[in-house]
């Protein structure tokens, strides 16, 4: 058996809210290494959501959330939720998904009145019966695919870690990469005998990841196979372990597991965004929502100062440095 997985990030621009990075793990025969899982898992998944027929859009998160209809989170969720109850992790609130994917993140929400003891009854969009049956149209065509059900994971990075990395670093995309490294280091430890192969969106345009993959991965070999516009590529072998990884432009849009990825790490970015709006509107009379991006976030920021004096709110747990 082959291991193919998938990372991409959501949040990384803007001020407010967390840095989220999604992982999606497949787990399938070796001959399947290269097939698209679209193709593989077709008909019960497709690229983009269909105006009949009941397959699960699995595509880039940008395209699938609606930020400005109700059910702005219908796409992502079906995709997100529906693939948790295919193996048998049915997420009916937002700590159950976050027991599930992201079992640090409740430890750490405990220092953000915004997030403490925040809850979310999910789906937030349709129903309970509607997941599951999506669930088992998705767990009968990976067993058809002889596909293990997918194992996801989220890294989500509150304001005051996102500070504290890129204070560390002094640079952005070296914390992005320390934040990604967190959830390649369990599944390259985990590794006996079978091959991962992981893609990765590339971050920020950059081409060179060899002094970053040394730091991170010290006892492995590391083989460059390509470092160009298109593509940055590289082996990592110690013992039995074997990670193939390889940055590209658009990853989301050419492998599942990373267009999967792409969607928990968007999910799981705006349901806390639901949890800080929601504060702040109790704490400031008509504030408008916000997405968080820079200069809507910049304005909500200063529609919410008062409160934030009043309230004794530290500005390095509230607002990113970068």
Not at 87 to 101: E, F, I, K, M, T
Not at 158 to 185: E, I, M, P, Y
Not at 258 to 280: C, D, G, I, Q, T
């Amino acid at each position: 058996m082959t291991i193919v997985a998938g990372l991409d990030e959501a949040g990384y621009g803007p001020v407010l809210g967390p840095l989220v990075v999604g992982a999606a793990v497949f787990r399938l025969p070796n001959e399947h290494r290269d097939t698209s899982l679209w193709r593989l898992l077709a008909p019960a998944v497709c690229r983009r959501p269909a105006r009949r027929g009941s397959a699960v859009a699995i595509g880039d998160s940008k395209t699938l959330y609606r930020p400005r209809q109700k059910d702005a989170l219908a796409h992502l969720e079906r995709g997100v939720l529906g693939m948790l109850a295919a193996g048998g992790r049915p997420a009916r609130s937002l700590a159950d998904l976050l027991a599930a994917v992201a079992p640090a993140a409740p430890g750490a929400m405990g220092d953000y009145p915004w997030y403490a003891g925040g809850e979310l009854a999910l789906p937030t969009c349709g129903d309970a019966a509607g997941v599951d049956l999506t669930g088992r149209a998705l767990a009968a065509a990976l067993a058809r695919g002889d596909v293990a059900p997918p194992r996801l994971r989220g890294e989500v990075v509150f304001a005051g870690q996102f500070n504290r990395l890129v204070a560390g670093t002094r640079n952005k995309s070296v914390a992005l990469f320390d934040v990604t490294c967190h959830l390649l280091a369990p599944l390259w430890r985990g590794l006996a005998g079978e091959e991962a192969v992981v893609h990765l969106d590339r971050h920020g345009g950059r081409i060179h990841y060899v002094d970053a993959l040394r730091r991170a991965f010290p006892e492995a070999r590391l083989r460059v196979l390509r470092e160009d516009t298109e593509a940055s590529r590289y082996v990592l072998t110690e013992g039995r372990r074997r990670m193939e990884l390889c940055f590209a432009p658009a990853a989301e849009q050419a492998h599942l597991p990373v267009a999967l990825a792409s969607m928990l790490a968007k999910y799981l970015r705006e349901l806390f965004m639901r949890l800080f709006n929601a504060y702040w509107a109790r704490e400031v009379s008509q504030v408008r929502p916000t997405a968080g991006y820079y200069v809507d976030g910049r304005r909500f920021y200063r529609d919410i100062a008062p409160a934030v004096r009043r309230l004794g709110v530290e500005e390095r747990l509230l607002y990113r440095s970068r």
